[in-house]
């Protein structure tokens, strides 16, 4: 900090003390403050910027993973090949690309509900999902999935029976996950374009279900 001793303590000279506090105080800001440095020194195009988030945060979004759940429901075939190598399916279906490079989808059961954090971030499967929701990449989900998640699945209003077990996959930059949840009762014979309703964002991230058939 530069003290002066010359000047009067005017307005100007206490800026000048406290330039520190001219820093963004938010992660937005800071955000906005290092994109200008970059495009200051050529390293980045703020108009391919501005097409990826605006193509992640509007054109990509949680109707693509939506398609692929209910396809899955309704096509036993399909479901297996997902499971045993979504990546080959979801490139087939042109759902492979950033932040979605490789994807592995797992299946709830009647003995197992899965749930996706990114404890270290907050990877998330782009292509499927779209921009991850505030909350996923919030510390307290982040912190607490691992170490409770039964009582964070409580706060989003999901009660699992005590005999199904949870299991917590931790994203990573290499790995995303997709949750497939399971079908709703009551949808015998619909076809995947009368599932895809049902199949909700929360249910291909774990932290809620699909909605039931009554809903559809
Ligand atoms: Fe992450």
Redesign the pocket.
């Known amino acids: 900090m530069r003290h002066s001793t010359s000047m009067p303590h005017d307005h100007h000279d206490h800026d000048h003390d406290h330039a520190h506090a001219l820093l963004p105080p938010d992660p937005a800001l800071r955000v906005r403050a290092l994109e200008t440095i970059l495009t200051e020194k050529g390293l980045i195009d703020p108009a391919a910027l501005d097409a990826i988030i605006d193509t992640y945060a509007h054109k990509v979004g949680p109707q693509e993973g939506a398609r692929v759940v209910a396809r899955a429901w309704a096509d036993p075939d399909f479901r297996t090949a997902l499971l045993n190598n979504a990546d080959a399916v979801l490139d087939g279906m042109g759902l492979t690309g950033r932040q979605g490079e490789h994807v592995v989808v797992v299946e709830n059961t009647p003995q197992r509900h899965n749930m996706v954090v990114?404890t270290?971030?907050?990877?998330?499967p782009w292509t499927l999902l779209g921009i991850p929701p505030a909350w996923y990449k919030s510390d307290a989900y982040r912190a607490r999935a691992v170490r409770e998640p039964r009582a964070v699945l409580a706060e989003f209003g999901l009660t699992l029976p005590a005999e199904q077990a949870v299991r917590v996959w931790d994203?990573?930059?290499e790995v995303r996950y997709l949750i497939l949840p399971m079908r709703p009762e009551g949808t015998e014979g619909w076809s995947a374009e009368q599932l895809l309703p049902l199949v909700t964002r929360d249910s291909m991230v774990g932290t809620g279900l699909p909605l039931s058939a009554r809903d559809a």
């Open positions: 990114c270290l971030c907050s990877c998330y994203s990573t930059a």
